[in-house]
């Protein structure tokens, strides 16, 4: 479902980058910390994925200037054998953490064949995508896995006990769009009904449940319910299994001791990530592996359509298609965001590099 704005403002990829890194950079972040959480967010927002772009930045903002996210905090490898690490991200920006894990893996990677990066007291840190595209460049698969906060009921209950615990998976290609698997095991991500509360704007009634366990199309009640699993009880349990991945296999935060991105500002998140990567080229010619990726995408995208279809798409297709397009015109940005980047540069003494609609 594509989003619903009431009004809007088209700001360059470059711009809204150098905008946020000035604000992060004014939160106590080195340049190169504050344009890596810069470009993942603006990255987010340019292949249409809100709800973990720039809307975050305010959210940001609180839980550093609270104390519960550190501004300056650096990770570290607290333990390594083999293919493997667990990286200490010390409550480090998400995305700082992230980062630092992925090239962690791709490095490891290159030595064994494949690698599996363990973090703990990581934080919030974006889209799955980001980090296990990273690996495309180095013609490897990339996959990344984290745990969240509790957002969701375990299929049977009523309260939250699970995040909804999203994962990426990148695949290169030959001459196609690498395929890009992001998706949480929840309906849609929280942030697109944070998003929609932000707007004011309604949201269909499969996203959510009231703190009844009724369907709602209100995305203030959707906010203080939960979010419904994908497929039920399968949504349900690969949520299960990835918090078990994540979180208890790195000894992070996991079950009762989860923290609210939103409503625990000045507590650390402590959330669990796995980011793993395969080398093609310790399997097989990596050239010949892409053009058979090629030759697969073609296979599924000149499949009989359905009535109502015009075409296929796989996964990263649609996101890859408007990164594309917004590279070239411009992101669309709700006036709300960028409103909430002015009270931001009123407080943090930062230029407003973007005027808005009066």
């Known amino acids: 479902m594509d989003y619903t704005f009431n009004q809007t403002v088209r700001i360059s990829f470059d711009i809204m980058q150098e905008w946020s890194k000035r604000l992060y950079m004014k939160m106590g972040m080195t340049e190169k910390d504050a344009?890596?959480?810069?470009?993942?967010?603006?990255?987010?927002?340019?292949?249409?994925?809100?709800?973990?772009?720039?809307?975050?930045?305010?959210?940001?903002?609180?839980?550093?200037?609270?104390?519960?996210?550190?501004?300056?905090?650096?990770?570290?490898?607290?333990?390594?054998?083999?293919?493997?690490?667990?990286?200490?991200?010390?409550?480090?920006?998400?995305?700082?953490?992230?980062?630092?894990?992925?090239?962690?893996?791709?490095?490891?990677?290159?030595?064994?064949?494949?690698?599996?990066?363990?973090?703990?007291?990581?934080?919030?840190?974006?889209?799955?995508?980001?980090?296990?595209?990273?690996?495309?460049?180095?013609?490897?698969?990339?996959?990344?896995?984290?745990?969240?906060?509790?957002?969701?009921?375990?299929?049977?209950?009523?309260?939250?006990?699970?995040?909804?615990?999203?994962?990426?998976?990148?695949?290169?290609?030959?001459?196609?769009?690498?395929?890009?698997?992001?998706?949480?095991?929840?309906?849609?991500?929280?942030?697109?009904?944070?998003?929609?509360?932000?707007?004011?704007?309604?949201?269909?009634?499969?996203?959510?449940?009231?703190?009844?366990?009724?369907?709602?199309?209100?995305?203030?009640?959707?906010?203080?319910?939960?979010v419904r699993p994908v497929g039920d009880y399968k949504g349900s349990a690969l949520s299960t299994v990835i918090s078990m991945l994540t979180a208890v296999l790195s000894g992070s935060a996991y079950g009762p001791t989860n923290v609210d991105l939103y409503e625990e500002p000045d507590k650390a998140q402590n959330i669990g990530q796995l980011m793993q990567v395969i080398d093609i080229s310790a399997f097989t010619d990596v050239t010949a592996f892409k053009k058979r990726m090629d030759d697969y995408v073609d296979y599924l995208k000149n499949g009989k359509k359905a009535e109502g279809f015009t075409e296929i798409y796989v996964p990263g297709e649609l996101e890859h298609n408007m990164f594309d397009k917004q590279m070239k015109e411009g992101i669309t940005y709700p006036v709300e965001v960028i409103r909430e980047y002015y009270t931001l540069c009123d407080k943090l003494g930062v230029e407003k590099m973007v005027q808005i609609p009066k």
């Open 35 to 226: 344009l890596t959480v810069a470009h993942v967010l603006v990255t987010a927002d340019a292949r249409s994925v809100y709800s973990h772009g720039c809307m975050r930045t305010s959210i940001f903002y609180n839980r550093i200037t609270a104390g519960g996210t550190s501004a300056t905090a650096q990770p570290a490898i607290d333990r390594e054998r083999g293919a493997t690490a667990l990286i200490d991200g010390h409550n480090a920006m998400g995305q700082v953490v992230g980062v630092y894990a992925m090239n962690i893996a791709i490095e490891k990677a290159k030595q064994h064949g494949t690698s599996a990066v363990s973090i703990v007291n990581g934080n919030h840190n974006g889209t799955c995508a980001y980090f296990a595209e990273m690996a495309l460049k180095e013609n490897m698969i990339g996959l990344m896995w984290t745990n969240g906060g509790p957002v969701m009921a375990a299929w049977g209950g009523a309260e939250r006990q699970l995040g909804n615990n999203p994962f990426g998976i990148a695949i290169p290609c030959l001459k196609r769009k690498p395929i890009v698997l992001d998706m949480a095991q929840s309906v849609v991500a929280r942030g697109k009904i944070v998003m929609a509360r932000k707007t004011k704007t309604p949201i269909p009634e499969t996203w959510a449940l009231d703190v009844n366990g009724k369907p709602t199309a209100d995305a203030e009640a959707g906010y203080w319910g939960t």
